[in-house]
């Protein structure tokens, strides 16, 4: 199987990722920036499962802990899978938001996995093999829910996944972007609405993550675990296609066209 490098490792879905996937056999490398609580994530995991579990603590909106933990991608040639899982999120709106944080979203949220995968990629094409789990949000296709700039990072994420999928699918390299709705984790508190955790609606993180892989093994590209039809995916997803299939055009549509030009 490999050793799987997962961002966010340290709580929340992280660490339930990690958790599975020693069950399913990974070893793992688990990244954040509280060494010891990934300490505490990885030695129940090791006791539990004997898989080797090492943990690399890094601030990944931090330039150098970037690419430290992009030179383990590039040159650790038993990583297979990528989990790229680091985040935050907001609740507030633009005008109660503070600029400098919405920049560290942005850092965290789409700078970090975008140059993970970027160093991921090349190395899993060259073996041939390699998984690349990109965690969205609903909010990527719901940008009025929460804070704008979370939407707009998450909706980089779904974006960005949908065209490694198109770029790498034949190469050997499996993709997923997962879109969890409300998840019972920490994200709540540090995005600023900690009741939310305790909400009958939101999901229980083992089974958001559950969902997720299942989706995997279904050999979806894009996995919404609470979306209970599925069949309404595949609706958008093809009239999606469908508009992005007829857009080069010379003219504009004739509905702004006041003469013939
Ligand atoms: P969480 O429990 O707060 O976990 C976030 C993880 O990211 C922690 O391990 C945290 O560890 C790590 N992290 C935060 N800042 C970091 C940084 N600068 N560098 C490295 N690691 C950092 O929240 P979660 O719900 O599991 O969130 C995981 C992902 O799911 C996020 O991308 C989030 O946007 C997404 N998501 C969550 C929900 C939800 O309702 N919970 C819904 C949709 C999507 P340290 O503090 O130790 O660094």
């Known amino acids: 199987m490999g050793t799987a490098l997962v961002t966010g490792a340290s709580s929340g879905i992280g660490a339930i990722y990690a958790d599975r996937l020693a069950k399913r056999g990974y070893d793992l490398i688990l990244v954040a920036r509280n060494a010891d609580r990934l300490q505490a994530v990885a030695k129940r995991i090791s006791d539990e499962t004997s898989r080797a579990v090492n943990v690399l603590a890094a601030d990944l909106s931090d330039r150098d802990d970037l690419f430290r933990v ?117 994200f709540w508190g540090i995005a600023g609405a900690g009741d939310y955790a305790n909400s009958p609606l939101a999901m229980p993180v083992e ?27 595949d609706e958008y997803e093809a009239l999606r296609r469908r508009i992005a299939g007829d857009l080069a055009h010379a003219r504009p549509g004739s509905r702004y066209v006041t003469e013939i030009a």
């Open 70 to 186: 992009e030179q383990v991608l590039r040159d650790n040639a038993s990583i297979t899978m990528l989990v790229n899982n680091a985040g935050f999120g907001g609740v507030t709106p633009l005008l109660n938001s503070d600029v400098e944080r919405m920049e560290l979203m942005v850092d965290l949220n789409v700078t970090a996995p975008m140059r993970l995968a970027y160093a991921a990629a090349p190395a899993f094409v060259v073996r041939g093999a390699g998984t690349i789990i990109n965690i969205s949000s609903i909010v990527a296709i719901g940008p009025e829910i929460l804070n704008g700039v979370y939407g707009g990072t998450k909706a980089f994420v779904l974006a960005f996944t949908q065209s490694l999928q198109h770029e790498l699918a034949d190469k050997g390299v499996r993709i997923q972007a997962v879109l969890p709705g409300g998840t019972a984790t920490e």
């Open 207 to 233: 089974r958001m993550v559950d969902a997720a892989l299942a989706g995997l093994d279904l050999g979806e590209v894009v996995t919404i675990p609470p979306l209970q039809d599925g069949a309404l995916w």
